[in-house]
């Protein structure tokens, strides 16, 4: 799954730099790496694997159970980090936002077999070697 910053902006990492990975993130990524981590809390059906946040997105596996729907898990991550964005939002001088941090949409695949969840995993493990 992916999830992209409304036009592309970088909010999770420095405001000068072009590129982080989980290690270095601003402290807009850090709210989104603390609410990526919660999403096992608020759906127990769901599984977090392998995951990347980079300057402007976030590319994770996520491992559902059951009947749960990604879309669902999706929603409510983008919701729950673009409500606590506004309420730091003035405290700690983050940049404004319409209330939209997110693009509307989102890429999901749903992996088939091994093969291919290897090859997910190690294109979210090298992304950032890729990119930079």
């Known amino acids: 799954m992916t999830v992209c910053t409304k036009n592309r902006i970088n909010y999770f990492c420095g405001l000068e730099e072009n590129k982080c ?5 601003s402290e807009v990524g850090e709210l989104v790496n603390y609410w990526w981590k919660e999403v096992p809390r608020h759906f127990e059906n769901v599984l977090l694997d392998e995951f990347v946040i980079m300057p402007n997105y976030l590319h ?13 898990v999706v929603q409510w991550f983008k919701t729950i980090v673009t409500i606590s964005y506004l309420m730091e939002m003035g405290m700690k001088n983050w940049p404004k936002i319409n209330n939209k941090l997110w ?16 090859m997910a995993n190690e294109y979210i493990t090298n992304n950032p ?4």
Request: aromatic residues 8%; without cysteine.
């Open 103 to 118: 693009q509307d949409e989102h890429y999901e695949q749903i992996i088939r077999n091994e093969k291919e969840y290897l």
């Open 60 to 72: 994770g596996i996520l491992l559902l159970k059951k009947n749960e729907k990604i879309r669902d």
């Open 21 to 25: 990975v989980n290690s270095d993130l």
């Open 129 to 132: 070697k890729i990119i930079f």
